[in-house]
């Protein structure tokens, strides 16, 4: 069984950074795409990035496009989310989450299998 666990999560002021990462455990992530996703209270789930596995290419929300940074570490099997540029509206719960998937990743919660726990990022002065 594939778990997920991020980690990073925060108080930061506005224009601040932090990196998120989600380390995987029970099965290699080689053949796994990952999308970082985000929910504040009383809003639904929405789509931030996802990394691909056949080439590492990657996707952004438009919200976050220019501030948020992606990556992967499969030998590590572990996947980053650098956030640089933090604005109060980024104040959400943040998850990773898996699938199963050979060519371009899909920002789409309805698409992933498996998801971490979440971390509370809170962007505040």
């Known amino acids: 069984q594939l778990q997920l666990v991020e980690s990073g999560g925060g108080l930061v002021q506005p224009g601040g950074s932090l990196r998120l990462s989600c380390v995987a455990s029970g099965y290699t992530l080689d053949y796994y795409a990952i999308g970082w996703f985000r929910q504040a209270p009383g809003k639904e789930r929405e789509g931030v990035s996802c990394?691909?596995?056949?080439?590492?290419?990657?996707k952004y929300a438009d919200s976050v496009k220019g501030r948020f940074t992606i990556s992967r570490d499969n030998a590590a099997n572990t996947v980053y989310l650098q956030m640089n540029s933090l604005k109060p509206e980024d104040t959400s719960v943040y998850s990773c989450a898996a699938e199963i998937r050979w060519g371009s990743c899909l920002i789409d919660v309805d698409d992933y299998d498996h998801w971490g726990q979440g971390s509370q990022v809170t962007v505040s002065s």
């Open positions: 990394v691909s596995s056949s080439d590492g290419s990657t």
